[in-house]
């Protein structure tokens, strides 16, 4: 079945720095890419998704790259905030929309 | 718009007890998906309903079953209770299809004694 790999398991960096979390997936049929914050206490909340015919797609300081050739995607934050403290979900979904997702990053945003 | 509401946010039940969770979709929202999230496991696909329908099921036992309303309201019903079935359940709703974008509720989190 699907497979969805992230890395790093867990990321510091310095509030300003930037961010960046990787996946790879293994179903080349998969075709929507989101990614999900999730603070402690609450569900998962989506912060930016792609969809396969795109490469790249940024809001604010938040981007997420796609290469499907390699089947691997990306989340980029940029000026890290302490607020963007939280644990980071990709997931990957094919044509029945459900969502496998990666093992989560916790990220540390240090002031 | 109000979000996707699940209720109750806590529960404690002991081995062999059923029980049932409820969620509310966003409104105008058809389609109900459920997941599991445990610190071994992650987050794993549970099932997803739509027009009252179970349209896709994930790899549980069949002690973890579902219903979808008229209204789109869903529920989730465990049966006898295992330690290993402690969890946060979410519920997530998207427009029509699950390919859609998922918007989660907060979740229920079961602990099983």
């Known amino acids: 079945g699907e497979n969805v790999e992230q890395h790093p398991s867990t990321l510091s960096v310095q509030e300003g720095d930037s961010a960046v979390i990787k996946c790879t997936y293994s179903d080349s049929a998969s075709n929507y890419f989101p990614w999900y914050k999730q603070e402690l206490g609450k569900g998962p909340q989506l912060i930016i998704d792609?969809?396969?015919?795109?490469g790249e797609k940024k809001d604010q300081r938040i981007a997420v790259t796609l290469n499907k050739t390699a089947k691997h995607f990306s989340l980029h934050i940029t000026e890290t905030q302490p607020e963007d403290s939280a644990v980071y979900f990709c997931a990957v979904s094919g044509n029945t929309g459900k969502l496998i997702f990666g093992q989560g990053t916790t990220l540390q945003v240090k002031p | 718009k109000a979000g996707v509401t699940q209720t109750p946010r806590y529960l404690i039940k002991t081995r062999g007890q059923q029980v049932t969770l409820s969620c509310s979709p966003i409104?105008?929202?058809?389609?109900v998906s459920w997941y599991q999230q445990t610190p071994g496991q992650g987050l794993q696909f549970l099932f997803e309903?739509?027009?009252?329908?179970?349209?896709n099921k994930g790899n549980f036992p069949g002690r973890f079953s579902g219903r979808q309303f008229s209204n789109s309201r869903s529920e989730m019903n465990v049966s006898t209770l295992e330690l290993g079935d402690s969890a946060l359940y979410l519920c997530a709703s998207s427009p029509i299809d699950p390919e859609e974008t998922q918007y989660f509720g907060p979740g229920t989190r079961l602990l099983v004694l």
């Open positions: 792609i969809r396969s015919n795109v």
């Open positions: 409104s105008g929202h058809r389609s």
């Open positions: 309903y739509f027009s009252e329908t179970q349209r």
